[in-house]
């Protein structure tokens, strides 16, 4: 792939770049990710990696725009309400950059269409707000091989993680999937209560959302170190971040399953 000289000059940012270059932004051109949830997490997420020139964005997203979306979906004006969500952000997107395929999704993940879409895609970038979707993600990445950056927020602090668990550390241990960092899901009605009723502060989403942009960014173009293992945690209210290893979970169900071939 060459880039054009309209190219050069959109991404002549990236270019100058010693860990991007020509060649960073070319695997940018050709790479394929997959955005699940077009919330406030993915709607950042979306435009930053559309702005970065990465060739084919996938949204998948079955729910309309609300009022109570706008004070962190940043890519919804008031005017959107009752509209699709992909319909929207694909039109934003694509004034943005012309360059990026859209392609809308409007439809859940579920376990019976999860293997479809992830085989259609790369890299998958997880904003979802539930745990039977982050879970069903998961497990299709799992045994896709396919790189999987994780995502999540409540009130003042939000976590970023990335996903390779067919590789292993430098002491032969295969690295962790999301099942790792959360084993089970919280109550039901505990996690209503977070999702519903606690709230978030808008800004929080945004740097979470971008957060999970340079990493898929940082995955694509190979350049400097992945956050696979480990989790970045971001305390919004003391400002505040720390990035922990994570460790494998014996007891993973996923164990002794993955897909070899």
């Given at each position: 792939?060459?880039?054009?000289?309209?190219?050069?000059?959109?991404?002549?940012?990236?270019?100058?770049?010693?860990?991007?270059?020509?060649?960073?932004?070319?695997?940018?051109?050709?790479?394929?990710?997959?955005?699940?949830?077009?919330?406030?997490?993915?709607?950042?997420l979306a435009q930053y990696l559309t702005a970065a020139g990465?060739?084919?964005?996938?949204?998948?997203?079955?729910?309309?725009?609300?009022?109570?979306?706008?004070?962190?979906?940043?890519?919804?004006?008031?005017?959107?309400?009752?509209?699709?969500?992909?319909?929207?952000?694909?039109?934003?997107?694509?004034?943005?950059?012309?360059?990026?395929?859209?392609?809308?999704?409007?439809?859940?993940?579920?376990?019976?269409?999860?293997?479809?879409?992830?085989?259609?895609?790369?890299?998958?970038?997880?904003?979802?707000?539930?745990?039977?979707?982050?879970?069903?993600?998961?497990?299709?990445?799992?045994?896709?091989?396919?790189?999987?950056?994780?995502?999540?927020?409540?009130?003042?602090?939000?976590?970023?993680?990335?996903?390779?668990?067919?590789?292993?550390?430098?002491?032969?241990?295969?690295?962790?999937?999301?099942?790792?960092?959360?084993?089970?899901?919280?109550?039901a009605e505990d996690n209503a209560d977070s999702c519903a009723t606690l709230g978030t502060i808008?800004?929080?989403?945004?740097?979470?959302?971008?957060?999970?942009?340079?990493?898929?960014?940082?995955?694509?173009?190979?350049?400097?170190?992945?956050?696979?293992?480990?989790?970045?945690?971001?305390?919004?209210?003391?400002?505040?971040?720390?990035?922990?290893?994570?460790?494998?979970?014996?007891?993973?169900?996923?164990?002794?399953?993955?897909?070899?071939?």
């Open positions: 792939m060459t880039l054009t000289s309209t190219q050069l000059d959109r991404y002549k940012r990236h270019i100058l770049l010693k860990e991007i270059g020509g060649a960073g932004q070319q695997a940018l051109l050709r790479a394929r990710v997959l955005i699940v949830g077009m919330g406030g997490l993915g709607n950042p990465v060739g084919t964005l996938g949204l998948v997203d079955d729910d309309c725009v609300d009022l109570s979306n706008l004070q962190r979906q940043i890519l919804f004006d008031t005017k959107d309400i009752g509209a699709r969500k992909v319909d929207v952000a694909a039109a934003r997107l694509k004034a943005l950059n012309p360059d990026v395929d859209i392609i809308c999704h409007p439809n859940r993940v579920t376990a019976e269409n999860a293997d479809e879409l992830v085989g259609q895609y790369d890299l998958i970038a997880d904003g979802c707000d539930n745990f039977l979707t982050r879970y069903i993600i998961n497990d299709a990445c799992f045994h896709a091989r396919k790189t999987l950056v994780s995502g999540a927020v409540g009130q003042f602090d939000g976590q970023v993680a990335t996903f390779k668990p067919w590789l292993r550390d430098d002491e032969n241990v295969p690295l962790p999937c999301y099942r790792s960092l959360v084993p089970s899901p919280p109550d808008g800004a929080l989403a945004g740097i979470i959302g971008t957060l999970q942009a340079l990493e898929v960014i940082k995955e694509i173009t190979g350049s400097g170190e992945s956050l696979a293992g480990k989790v970045l945690i971001f305390d919004g209210i003391q400002a505040r971040a720390r990035t922990v290893k994570l460790a494998w979970d014996p007891v993973n169900p996923l164990n002794g399953t993955a897909n070899d071939s």
